[in-house]
C-alpha cells in the first residue's frame, strides 16, 4: 500500500465484496493489525457486486455487477468515480480481466 505521495509503506492491501459491500482491507505488517475500510458511493447508488480487481498501477478498483456495470473506484478515497456499462442487456458480470498494452489499460468482460 502506498500512502498519499505515492511512496511504498509497510501495510498491505486487498479487497474484497459481497452483496451491496466493497471492503479495503489494510494489514500492518509490523503489528499484524487488520483493518476493515467500507468502499462508498458518491451518489447512494445500490449494487450487488460479484468480483473485484485491482487496476495494475493500484490506482483504481474494478468491481462488477449483477447489473452488468463495472464500478471504478479511486483508492486514495475510496469512492466509487463511475459506474460503467459492459454489458447491455441486463446480465450479470461473472468474470473479467484487467489487460495492459503499453501504457493503455482495457477490462475484458464475462458475462
Partial sequence: MKDIKRRETHLYQFSSC?????NLWHCDSETGELTSNPVNAADKTKREFTMCQFSKDYEYLYAAT???DIACI??????IQAFVTAINNISSIKT????????????SVGG
Wanted: hydrophobic letters at 35%; aromatic letters at 8%.
Fill in 66 to 68: 449483477t447489473t452488468g
Fill in 18 to 22: 459481497g452483496t451491496t459491500v466493497i
Fill in 74 to 79: 479511486l483508492l486514495k478515497n475510496r469512492v
Fill in 96 to 107: 473479467f480481466v484487467n489487460l495492459t498494452n503499453h501504457k493503455k489499460e482495457y477490462l
